[in-house]
């Protein structure tokens, strides 16, 4: 049963070695990166299926008793994230193959692509906040790597932008775990939720708090730390800029519901409505970002962070119902997105460039590609009855529930906006007809679209719409999930044994 | 000795913080160097100091008789300065050639990333070279 939990970090690093190995065959490099993306996949269900049946359960790395050794834990939410990690990993490694060319291949693309996949679900399986710290390192390598691997102008630039910002935060993050060290002498998040309590300096303790609210904040794009974001997402290959905006914030989501419930599940007013005030403007300069963009990579880079604000919104409110619809979003959100960003590399594909002005005509061109593009795009909008739908009511109804009023105003009206910039871009690149300029650049543009392509697009499209229609299921799991949040004391079982 | 430790990671991170907020990238660098030194001597600080009596259990015995020296932050030291080598070698290099691309080493003249989007240059087909 343990292996259950190595394997999905284990099988992607495993991978990413192999393919340094046979980074100069590029059909062998392909070949792993798949076998690696689906035996992943297929891991992450088995684990999943562990989960929902028979509860958290957590293993001892080497048998080192729990506090003392390294425990990986999985519960219902981590469970789902690794799983959605998993399907992401195989969408993008299924579109790189005509997304990605010979030279980023042979600089180990695939090999970066796969580290990245393991550090993500070690982050998400750790139950150490130092192992957490080593995950995160993990995965900002392999992200830092795949960057820049091109090593145009725009990607150098956006590199720095992202690598600076990033190692400040790692720092701010071992900064508090060294301290909060000092204060308990423990790093396994289970003993901590223990220890907290006992405590006798509060004072250093909300500090603390605030030192990994600011960490992960940095991560997680949260208000007022998010300009790094715009500035590097849309200068990668699209492939990596999909797999970046779906899951890298969400990492620091993860980290943040696992903190905030867990680790400082204490009584903190003020951090309350520190995230309380962070999620509403998180979800404000997101949206009002995108509608002043005119690039589709740039407008989708900023709805990143209006989304994450609605995450954050469910974890602020800290009702079950509450924390049941930050998962529900998270799971909506990581396919949406990454779907939405793969959409805009069918767009480059056909007519040469990201900028909305010099795109159009696609819905005359390529009907079937416009649905794909519509159905992510009015769920990311909050249309029923796809996923969207769904996760808004469900956090808008948590807000209603506690009569925070203004917060479900925000959140309903941040969802209006988001329809703005969605209709923004169905009219310029999908409704009106292409500019004439297009003509003149007619030999770099492709007529037909691989296939390689157009199945994960699908593919994550269908996802969507099964989540939309299938809610009630999606619901019920993300309400375990929330449940396992709010009673701490299940996780603490699992780790310590007793 | 702690307090010292205490306020010498201050002032480390006082000086780290002022280069860091630096628009030239070199200084930067020089910044996050300082950082990295100054919470390692933090996690040190932070972890007890204890200089006589080493983290060893006598012979026939499973526990230590009195309080001893925490070895655990100095494993942790270990792993910040091997993670934060890695990292600074990549940031030298990757500045480096961001100096090469790009002309410069001040970040308010990189505004490659985001500009209006005015230079139009069309492309389709892979990143990076030919298909696949």
């Not at chain 1, 992401?88 to 990605?100: G, H, P």
């Amino acid at each position: 049963m343990s292996e259950l939990l190595i394997l999905p970090i284990i099988l992607p690093l495993i991978g990413g070695a192999a393919a340094v190995v046979v980074r100069k065959s590029v059909r062998r490099s392909f070949r792993l990166a798949f076998t690696g993306a689906a035996l992943h996949t297929i891991a992450g269900s088995l684990l999943i299926c562990q989960v929902h049946i028979d509860g958290i359960f957590a293993t001892q790395i080497g048998n080192w008793p729990a506090p003392f050794g390294i425990t990986l834990v999985a519960d219902h939410l981590s469970a789902a994230m690794v799983m959605i990690t998993a399907v992401i990993n195989l969408a993008v490694t299924f579109y790189s193959k005509a997304d990605i060319g010979i030279d980023l291949v042979r600089r180990g693309h695939y090999c970066l692509l796969q580290i990245l996949a393991g550090g993500i679900c070690g982050a998400f399986l750790t139950g150490d906040i130092f192992n957490l710290y080593v995950w995160f390192e993990v995965m900002l390598m392999a992200s830092f790597g795949l960057l820049v691997l091109g090593q145009s102008k725009t990607q150098l630039d956006g590199g720095v932008k992202y690598v600076t910002i990033n190692l400040l935060s790692t720092l701010l993050f071992i900064i508090a775990i060294g301290l909060l060290y000092g204060l308990t002498g423990t790093l396994n998040m289970a003993a901590l939720y223990q220890k907290i309590p006992l405590v006798a300096n509060r004072g250093l303790l909300t500090a603390l708090a605030v030192l990994f609210l600011t960490a992960f904040g940095i991560k997680a794009a949260i208000f007022p730390l998010f300009f790094w974001l715009p500035a590097a997402y849309h200068t990668p290959p699209v492939s990596v800029s999909a797999i970046f905006a779906g899951l890298l914030t969400k990492v620091g989501i993860y980290a943040l519901i696992r903190f905030f419930t867990l680790v400082f599940a204490i009584d903190t007013a003020y951090l309350h409505f520190l995230l309380l005030a962070m999620a509403a403007l998180t979800m404000i300069t997101g949206v009002l970002g995108a509608a002043a963009q005119n690039e589709f990579r740039r407008i989708l880079s900023f709805h990143i962070i209006s989304q994450v604000g609605y995450m954050v919104l469910g974890l602020a409110l800290q009702t079950r119902l509450a924390l049941a619809g930050t998962v529900f979003y998270l799971i909506h959100h990581i396919i949406v997105k990454a779907n939405l960003f793969l959409v805009s590399g069918v767009v480059r594909q056909l007519q040469g460039t990201f900028e909305l002005a010099r795109l159009g005509g696609i819905y005359r061109s390529n009907g079937w590609i416009a649905a794909l593009f519509f159905i992510p795009a009015f769920s990311l909008a909050g249309f029923p009855p796809l996923s969207g739908f769904w996760a808004k009511m469900i956090l808008i109804r948590a807000s209603l529930d506690i009569h925070q009023y203004w917060l479900a105003f925000i959140a309903a009206a941040v969802g209006l906006l988001t329809v703005y910039s969605m209709t923004k871009i169905w009219g310029e690149v999908f409704w009106k007809p292409a500019p004439e300029a297009n003509q003149l650049t007619d030999r770099v543009t492709a007529r037909s679209i691989s296939v390689w392509m157009l199945a994960p697009v699908t593919a994550l499209t269908v996802l969507t719409i099964i989540i939309g229609l299938g809610a009630e299921l999606v619901f019920k799991f993300a309400l375990q999930a929330a449940e396992e949040l709010s009673h701490p004391a299940l996780y603490v079982r699992a780790v310590m044994g007793n | 000795m702690q307090t010292m430790c205490a306020v010498l990671a201050g002032i480390m991170v006082a000086g780290s913080i002022y280069l860091i907020l630096d628009r030239n990238l070199i200084r930067f660098i020089f910044g996050l160097i300082l950082a990295g030194n100054a919470v390692n001597l933090l996690i040190f600080t932070a972890g007890r100091l204890e200089s006589r009596r080493p983290p060893l259990i006598p012979d026939k015995m499973t526990m230590g008789q009195e309080l001893f020296a925490n070895a655990l932050p100095q494993a942790l030291i270990l792993t910040a300065i091997v993670i934060g080598f890695a990292l600074l070698s990549f940031v030298f290099i990757l500045f480096y050639r961001a100096y090469q691309a790009l002309g410069t080493v001040d970040t308010e003249l990189m505004r490659v990333a985001e500009d209006d989007g005015d230079d139009y240059r069309p492309e389709s087909g892979p990143a990076g070279g030919r298909p696949v």
